[in-house]
């Protein structure tokens, strides 16, 4: 197999578990690259099979239940549906800040694709890190992950702004 031949082989992989993460600017491949998205040639229906529901615990200990596309980040989930997080996914998922950081349980957490040093290093400047922290921006919902609970932590630093979001002590 060529290289290319190789290429476009993982990219294709990439773009079936989690498309919006893959985009294309004049027919180069790129993560996060403003662009066209890849796509099917067909039109995809997505039924309520396709939907996964997912349950997130604000920093004020409140639940909002949200659905989200097999294949969504956990961004766009908060995003699509106008989710009351305050800060939540500053940077729009550039990985240039850490507000998506979510707390995940440990039956989720072990089954998510492989952290990159990128996250690690935006990880590293979040506050209530745990064993169990990711950015919400890099993981792409599977339909083995209905129903699970992520916890916002009580308070987050966005490295873009001096700024801290967060509950009060």
């Known amino acids: 197999m060529t290289t290319s031949g190789a290429v476009s082989l993982l990219l294709r992989a990439a773009a079936a578990s989690c498309p919006r993460l893959l985009s294309t ?18 039109p995809v229906r997505l039924s309520s099979e396709d939907k996964v529901t997912v349950h997130f615990i ?5 639940k909002l239940t949200a659905q989200g596309k097999v294949g969504d980040t956990l961004l766009d989930v908060v995003v699509d549906n106008n989710l009351d997080i305050d800060g939540f996914g500053a940077c729009e998922g550039t990985l ?10 440990d039956h989720i957490y072990k089954n998510l694709d492989g952290i990159t040093d990128e996250e690690l290093d935006m990880l590293d400047l979040a506050y209530g890190l745990t064993e169990t922290s990711r950015l919400g921006c890099q993981i792409c919902l599977q339909k083995s992950m209905n129903n699970m609970v992520v916890q916002v932590p009580k308070a987050v630093t966005d490295v873009r702004q001096s700024i801290d979001i967060g ?3």
């Open 58 to 62: 604000t920093r004020d200990g409140d």
């Open 96 to 105: 240039a800040c850490s507000t998506c950081h979510l707390i995940f349980e």
């Open 167 to 169: 509950k009060n002590p």
């Open 25 to 42: 600017s004049r027919g180069v491949a790129s993560l996060g690259s403003p662009g066209r998205l890849f796509h099917a040639s067909a």
